[in-house]
């Protein structure tokens, strides 16, 4: 059997390489995670010549045959040299997955040997087995191949119906190696207060400006959102909390958290008894229960993220293809008021269909929702192969250069600053929404300053007053986290350095 080493560009968690290694590991196949680099909000740095030549003399004195890298489509260029170097001194196989690969299987061949499209668990296990064979590639289903010049694309793999045969995620353990700076010999969520966990694969919305869009057109007729047991999730964070002794809460990275009633039920009194920790969810007010709140509450939860986008149904509908669920948002942000729980809201900014009646409508809804409440604005990101994508080529809003691979806006703009080069309208708007989650500022204050002609033409002023009140806000939370104990340096550079603040 070879030697497997799994590359993990930018994501310390990358569920993706450590469910895969786990599988292979289930297997006696040798296999290493490397985790190159991690990502930081709005400060992705490219690696410098030094974390390059670390990880080609990791490799070669691991004596690693099989080379996988996982990344997403900012990473592509540092994805393609990386490889280039590997390839120049090494024998070793290369296969690229992760979502930039399904969505661009041919452009990616011009690079790697190997493609694994979809789900990877299974196809990395059937190429590792054709190790003896120099790697056979016909018949295994996910795996795309040049042979002779020609693109070969072999079936889709089905998904995987029965997430609970799976193993637990590669956690810990001294075949975990981390690269930002300097080598190390160690899993990096070592280092973390937070642990992110998912209970379910896919999602139940088709959303256009996600890679959810795609993958539900190349899994078409089968089911595509799947979830765990509520034993093996629980299982799965005993064993990882086993592992990582500085973990003080647990976030549910599911897309969205959405459960039958008996699973919740059960998993709220095996949560409390067996975790115990604070947790978070993600959650979409479509599916608002109050009852359900309670019972989460009870078992520990503290904070609900949810996505409203935006406030204008049209934008919702025609841009978004989501459904804009008013009165259900505004019915969970009352009840996670009243329960206590921490609200953060989800909004999209830069938009190029968007009009100005489009974003007013955010902010007017914004006024009208019960605080406290964060708030997570994103900097609308254009991402391959997405509905949204296709739509804005199409009408010339953007060109292939603003699309992520060719650009890498996510890199600096992921989430939404006021750093970044506006125009004055969109600059005005950014500083309105922004002020509307800060609780010591008057509502009639805020529709004062919307109103206003003189600012919308010249936003320097209000962009002053934003960022200090930002920076206020900033100042609260990062209090609020050191005393709960979920804040260390990671999290403190997450929200910003003195070039650069989140807006909350």
Not at 312 to 320: I, N, P
Request: with cysteine.
């Amino acid at each position: 059997m070879p030697n497997i080493a799994l590359i993990s560009l930018y994501g310390v968690e990358n569920n993706g390489v450590r469910a895969i290694s786990s599988l292979l590991k289930k297997e006696n196949i040798n296999t290493y995670l490397i985790f190159f680099k991690r990502w930081v909000n709005n400060d992705i740095r490219p690696p410098v010549e030094k974390e390059k030549e670390m990880l080609i003399s990791l490799l070669k004195d691991l004596g690693i045959d099989l080379v996988g890298i996982s990344f997403t489509s900012p990473f592509l260029k540092i994805a393609q040299d990386l490889t280039k170097r590997i390839k120049d001194v090494l024998p070793a196989k290369t296969v690229w997955g992760g979502i930039h690969a399904t969505v661009k299987p041919d452009e990616c061949l011009g690079y790697c040997d190997i493609v694994c499209r979809g789900e990877g668990e299974y196809p990395m296990l059937e190429l590792a087995g054709t190790y003896a064979n120099n790697y056979s590639l016909k018949g295994i289903k996910n795996i795309c191949y040049t042979e002779k010049g020609e693109i070969i694309r072999n079936e889709t793999r089905p998904l995987i119906q029965d997430l609970d045969s799976l193993p637990f995620q590669d956690y810990g353990g001294s075949s975990k190696f981390f690269i930002e700076g300097r080598m190390q010999n160690i899993d990096p969520l070592n280092y973390s207060r937070e642990l992110r966990v998912f209970a379910s694969r896919g999602c139940p919305f088709n959303c256009s400006y996600c890679y959810n869009s795609i993958l539900r057109k190349l899994y078409k007729n089968q089911k595509y959102h799947r979830i765990r047991s509520v034993e093996s999730v629980i299982a799965e964070i005993q064993y990882a909390l086993d592992r990582f002794k500085a973990i003080r809460k647990i976030k549910f990275d599911d897309d969205t958290f959405i459960f039958p009633s008996d699973w919740i039920r059960e998993f709220c009194a095996k949560y409390k008894s067996r975790v115990g920790l604070p947790f978070e969810i993600l959650f979409n007010a479509e599916f608002m229960d109050k009852e359900v709140l309670k019972m989460l509450k009870t078992a520990g939860l503290k904070r609900i993220q949810v996505g409203i986008q935006t406030g204008s149904k049209r934008e919702s509908k025609e841009d978004y293809n989501r459904d804009f669920p008013e009165n259900k948002i505004r019915q969970f942000a009352t009840a996670s008021k009243g329960l206590g729980l921490d609200a953060v809201y989800d909004v999209i900014l830069d938009n190029p269909m968007s009009t100005f009646e489009d974003k007013k409508a955010l902010i007017d809804f914004l006024l009208k929702l019960p605080r406290p409440f964060d708030l997570f604005m994103y900097s609308l990101t254009i991402f391959p192969g997405t509905e949204l994508c296709e739509t804005l080529l199409v009408k010339g809003l953007i060109g292939p250069g603003d699309v992520e691979g060719e650009a890498n806006k996510s890199f600096y703009q992921f989430r939404l600053t006021f750093s970044y080069p506006r125009k004055k309208e969109d600059l005005f708007v950014a500083c309105i929404v922004s002020l509307t989650s800060k609780s010591f500022l008057p509502r009639p204050l805020i529709s004062l300053l919307m109103r206003s002609n003189f600012l919308r033409e010249h936003p320097l002023p209000l962009l002053w007053f934003a960022q200090i009140s930002n920076c206020i806000k900033l100042l609260y939370i990062l209090a609020k986290m050191s005393m709960e104990g979920s804040l260390n340096i990671w999290k403190f550079k997450e929200y910003g350095t003195p070039k650069r603040f989140l807006i909350q």
